[in-house]
C-alpha cells in the first residue's frame, strides 16, 4: 500500500513539475520621441568671378575669402576654390572667353543676425567692386539640428526606452504572476537628422534684413524592440 501511494506521489510530482518549470519569451516594439526646435541655420555660399585674367580673379576671390576666414561670427566649413576656362561654342567651333573662380562654402550659425551681418558684409564687398562679373550666391537655408541637440536627444530616447522597461517588466509580475527578465533590447534610429529647406534668391547688390526661414519643432523617434522571458 505504502509502495502504492508513493508511485502515485512521484506520478503527480511529473505532472507538476513542468507546470512550475514553464517559462515563456515575450517580444515587442515601442516607438519613444522627443520634441526638438532645430538650432542651426545654415546656408550654401557660392562666390563666382569672371574675367579673362587669372590674376584678377585670384585676387579678388582672396579678397572674399580672407573676410570669410577671419570672421568668427559663424561657422565655416568645406571651403573649396575652382577655376576652370569658359569658352563660347558657335559653329562647331569654340572660342576662349576668359576663366571662371567659384569659391565655395557652408555656412552655419545659431544667431541668425550673426548669419544676417556675415551675408551683408559680403554684399559690401561685392558692392565696392561694383562689376558684373562678381556675383554672390546664397542657396538652400535651413534650420537642422547640430550634432550635440541630436545625440542628446538621441541619449534622451535610450534612456527613456530602458526606463520604460524596467518599469513594465515588474508590472507583469502582479498580472502574470511571475517573473520576467529582460533578454534584449535593440534600438534604431527611425528619424535622420532633419532639415527644413527654404530655397531663397540669388542675394546680389542689396542688403538683407532677415534671411531665416521661420522654425518649428520636429520629433526625433527611435524603435525599440524589447524581448523578455516571463518564467
Known amino acids: 500500500m505504502a509502495l502504492k501511494i508513493k508511485r502515485i506521489s512521484l506520478f503527480l510530482l511529473t505532472l507538476i513539475l513542468p507546470l512550475s518549470l514553464f517559462s515563456y519569451e515575450i517580444s515587442f516594439s515601442k516607438k519613444f520621441s522627443k520634441s526638438v526646435t532645430p538650432d542651426l541655420l545654415s546656408t550654401h555660399i557660392n562666390i563666382i568671378v569672371e574675367d579673362e585674367s587669372e590674376n584678377f580673379i585670384n585676387n579678388h576671390i582672396e579678397i572674399f575669402n580672407k573676410y570669410i576666414k577671419n570672421n568668427n561670427d559663424v561657422i565655416k566649413y568645406n571651403g573649396s576654390f575652382t577655376l576652370s576656362p569658359k569658352y563660347k561654342y558657335f559653329k562647331n567651333t569654340q572660342e576662349f572667353m576668359g576663366y571662371v573662380g567659384n569659391l565655395k562654402y557652408i ?25 558684373d562679373n562678381i556675383k554672390i550666391n546664397i542657396s538652400n537655408v535651413s534650420w537642422t539640428t547640430s550634432t550635440k541637440l541630436y545625440d542628446d536627444s538621441l541619449d534622451f530616447l535610450r534612456i527613456n526606452a530602458m526606463t520604460w522597461i524596467e518599469k513594465y517588466a515588474s508590472s ?33 547688390s542689396k542688403r538683407v534684413s532677415n534671411i531665416a526661414p521661420n522654425n518649428s519643432t520636429k520629433e526625433i523617434k527611435i524603435d525599440a524592440t524589447f524581448l523578455l522571458e516571463c518564467k
Open 107 to 131: 555656412i552655419k550659425s545659431k544667431d541668425a543676425s550673426a548669419l544676417n551681418k556675415f551675408i551683408n558684409d559680403l554684399i559690401e564687398i561685392e558692392n565696392k567692386y561694383n562689376k
Open 172 to 204: 507583469l509580475k502582479n498580472v502574470l504572476s511571475k517573473d520576467c527578465l529582460i533578454k534584449s533590447i535593440d534600438i534604431d534610429k527611425t528619424s535622420k537628422k532633419f532639415t527644413k529647406i527654404v530655397s531663397i534668391e540669388t542675394y546680389s
